[in-house]
């Protein structure tokens, strides 16, 4: 069944209507991490006009979406078949052998500041780096860019989920990667940089999409 098979089952129930696809989005979906369907279809929803998108990594995620912009020129997602392809078996099995082999280690002569080093490079080393290897296999200048740009980000995430912040939105932190990416592409945006002025453009336009 094609997606847009998938939508003309779902069009009447959720009050949309197939409309052009808005050639502004189609360019801007890539940047967010998703793409077009085969049929390059438009949707009129009750928040505004908007396109059918699947994510960029399928194998990954399996959803059906709409991609949309509001009024106050933000993008956001609206669901219309959620992702049922689950990591939780392997995101319990890393956070258990993780937590083992910490509690393993004789910590009692590092101080706080010890730990920020230790999970400061940890993070960085572990996380975000694989993240600007796979956007930027064979650029470690635009890798580097990408980990000053993004960490920040990232760790904000990191608290927010840990202390159950309800608006961090999935789809906004699975977007935020490409974003960046579609930042330091950009024309405007020099290279190389002084990290300063990029992290405000990246917090502009991030600020942008569903957070």
Same mark, same amino acid.
């Given at each position: 069944?094609?997606?847009?098979?998938?939508?003309?089952?779902?069009?009447?129930?959720?009050?949309? @209507?197939?409309?052009?696809?808005?050639?502004?989005?189609?360019?801007?979906?890539?940047?967010?991490?998703?793409?077009?369907?085969?049929?390059?279809?438009?949707?009129?929803?009750?928040?505004?006009?908007?396109?059918?998108?699947?994510?960029?990594?399928?194998?990954?995620?399996?959803?059906?979406?709409?991609?949309?912009?509001?009024?106050?020129?933000?993008?956001?997602?609206?669901?219309?078949?959620?992702? @049922?392809?689950?990591?939780?078996?392997?995101?319990?099995?890393?956070?258990?052998?993780?937590?083992?082999?910490?509690?393993?280690?004789?910590?009692?002569?590092?101080?706080?500041?010890?730990?920020?080093?230790?999970?400061?490079?940890?993070?960085?080393?572990?996380?975000?780096?694989?993240?600007?290897?796979?956007?930027?296999?064979?650029?470690?200048?635009?890798?580097?860019?990408?980990?000053?740009?993004?960490?920040?980000?990232?760790?904000?995430?990191?608290?927010?989920?840990?202390?159950?912040?309800?608006?961090?939105?999935?789809?906004?932190?699975?977007?935020?990667?490409?974003?960046?990416?579609?930042?330091?592409?950009?024309?405007?945006?020099?290279?190389?940089?002084?990290?300063?002025?990029?992290?405000?453009?990246?917090?502009?336009?991030?600020?942008? @999409?569903?957070?």
């Amino acid at each position: 069944m094609t997606a847009l098979d998938q939508l003309n089952q779902l069009k009447d129930e959720l009050n949309l @209507t197939l409309t052009p696809a808005p050639s502004e989005l189609v360019e801007m979906a890539e940047a967010l991490g998703y793409q077009a369907t085969e049929e390059v279809q438009g949707v009129k929803t009750e928040f505004g006009d908007g396109l059918l998108v699947y994510a960029l990594q399928r194998e990954f995620n399996n959803g059906l979406y709409v991609l949309y912009k509001t009024e106050d020129g933000r993008y956001e997602l609206m669901v219309l078949i959620a992702n @049922t392809i689950s990591k939780a078996p392997l995101v319990q099995k890393l956070i258990h052998d993780l937590d083992n082999y910490v509690h393993g280690q004789d910590l009692h002569e590092l101080d706080a500041f010890n730990l920020v080093e230790v999970f400061a490079f940890f993070t960085a080393n572990s996380f975000v780096k694989p993240i600007a290897k796979g956007l930027y296999p064979n650029d470690p200048l635009k890798q580097d860019q990408f980990v000053h740009i993004y960490y920040p980000r990232f760790l904000a995430n990191v608290a927010r989920y840990y202390m159950g912040d309800s608006t961090l939105d999935q789809e906004a932190v699975v977007s935020e990667p490409f974003l960046v990416r579609h930042i330091l592409d950009s024309p405007e945006v020099d290279s190389p940089f002084t990290q300063t002025d990029n992290q405000e453009v990246a917090h502009d336009q991030t600020e942008n @999409t569903v957070d």
